[in-house]
């Protein structure tokens, strides 16, 4: 008899017990080989049992594995913030380590709200954040988030924060290389502020290059740099949220490099310990640390921040995206295999958008690739293509795009390691899935009316 589980996560749903992962691939107890093609939840940047890491980790567990922050300094903690500040943006170099995403996001919020309240502007502890968007499953992180299923639950217990929508020039039929596109939405977040009054807004934390909730959501030319200038004229402080954009994927370190944008504070995570370590970190400009820690303190911190094993397993992986040149393979392989997903629109006509940048790539699902209208929520093609393409052995990830109420989107992110060749088989494994797909959701398109053009 099947031996009762006393693990529980979201669903009831459990998969193959995982045996060992190499490179780019995952093996369960049985044997099968899957192709991480979302290295994990856009994790494993430089993919699976990475040797040089696990030296790295191994070298450290001989020293030490935990040294309490208040009774010690490590000189693993010490490299990697170093190394961390010269991949900042100049002026940043403030580097407080956490242990994942929803960390990061909550040091962010407390380090902007607390530089707020020591330099007299107490008044100021509205986050303005954007719909759709996704960054962290604690009350402070998810109350910046903006993704109904998540959030509903929890309602009642998190203060309201102004929300403005992301800008999906796509749904809009804008052209997003206009930068009038750009101001159209950038202009927004003005009107946001001047409704809250701006003397009670506090931050605006951003996705600059979206992650699951938008489906790898690119923003139009000019909009980064809009909302820089407008966050400086009304003392508002910009949190770039880079848990998922960050640590290379898009092809520079932090994706809003793209833009040539400094925030005040950024959160970085998955990418950063790359699944070797939970590990994460919030960097921030030298004035607000400074003014935080002179007047007595930035009052927060977790037990395992600066852990020493995940500091060594950080800098290792940072060390090893810069000797194999990962994030120049991150662009290149990233064009060749956006290139490829739309031409799987022969076998899958509902594929309506192919959007990302580098190696944080998403395709999505629609009814009418005209108008983009949704596919009807009950058909549940978010999950019903990622189970199919699970039975092929590619591993893919998908959310509901439309603020997790309606619409399928499917990122497609493998390491940053991925080869020319492993492109071709993601997408012929993609190709045989999306036929698959499409044969098993045949008669409910008909049923519906869907007419494919
Ligand atoms: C943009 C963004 N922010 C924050 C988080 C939360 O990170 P974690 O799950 O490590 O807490 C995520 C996780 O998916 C994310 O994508």
Redesign the pocket.
């Known amino acids: 008899m099947k031996k009762e589980s006393h693990l529980f996560y979201q669903t009831r749903q459990r998969r193959p017990v995982l045996d060992h992962a190499s490179g780019i691939y995952l093996w369960d107890i049985d044997g099968k080989r899957y192709l991480d093609g979302s290295s994990g939840?856009?994790v494993c940047n430089i993919g699976h049992s990475n040797p040089v890491v696990l030296d790295a980790m191994r070298r450290q567990l001989d020293r030490s594995t935990f040294g309490y922050r208040l009774h010690f300094e490590t000189e693993a903690a010490e490299a990697l913030a170093e190394k961390t500040a010269t991949l900042a943006p100049d002026g940043m170099e403030h580097v407080f380590f956490v242990s994942?995403?929803?960390?990061?996001?909550e040091s962010a919020l407390k380090l902007a709200r607390q530089y707020a309240v020591v330099t007299g502007d107490a008044g100021r502890w509205k986050v303005i954040s954007r719909f759709p968007?996704?960054?962290?499953?604690?009350l402070g992180?998810l109350a910046v988030t903006g993704y109904t299923p998540m959030t509903a639950p929890f309602d009642s217990m998190m203060r309201p924060m102004p929300k403005i929508p992301a800008p999906r020039a796509y749904l809009d039929d804008l052209d997003p290389t206009d930068i009038a596109t750009g101001e159209h939405y950038a202009a927004m977040l003005e009107q946001k502020i001047l409704e809250e009054g701006a003397e009670t807004v506090l931050a605006f934390i951003v996705?600059p290059v979206g992650?699951?909730?938008t489906g790898a959501l690119v923003p139009p030319a000019g909009y980064m740099q809009a909302i820089r200038r407008i966050c400086d004229q009304y003392g508002v402080l910009l949190i770039h949220?880079?848990?998922?954009?960050g640590g290379g994927r898009t092809g520079r370190f932090f994706a809003a490099e793209h833009w040539d944008v400094a925030p005040d504070i950024i959160?970085i995570?998955?990418g950063f310990g790359a699944g070797y370590v939970?590990l994460?970190a919030m960097i921030a400009q030298e004035r607000l640390v400074k003014a935080v820690l002179d007047a007595g303190g930035f009052v927060h911190g977790y037990t395992y921040a600066g852990n020493p094993l995940a500091c060594a397993a950080g800098l290792a992986v940072l060390q090893e995206i810069e000797r194999g040149d990962l994030m120049s393979n991150a662009s290149n392989t990233g064009a060749k295999l956006a290139e490829t997903l739309n031409t799987l629109r022969d076998v899958c006509p509902l594929i309506g958008d192919v959007r990302g940048m580098g190696l944080l790539l998403a395709f999505e699902l629609v009814a009418d690739t005209k108008t983009m209208k949704p596919l009807p929520a009950a058909m549940k093609a978010f999950d019903r293509l990622v189970e199919i393409a699970y039975g092929r052995g590619l591993i893919i990830y998908s959310r509901r795009t439309r603020g997790g109420r309606e619409g399928d989107h499917f990122l497609v992110c493998p390491p940053m390691i991925t080869t020319a060749e492993q492109v071709d088989e993601i997408i012929m494994l993609l190709r045989a899935s999306l036929k698959d797909f499409m044969n098993s959701i045949d008669s409910e398109l008909k049923d519906h009316g869907i007419k494919m053009s």
């Open positions: 939840a856009m994942g995403g929803s960390e990061a996001v968007s996704y960054h962290g499953s604690t992180a996705e992650g699951a909730s949220d880079e848990v998922m954009s959160a995570s998955k939970p994460g």
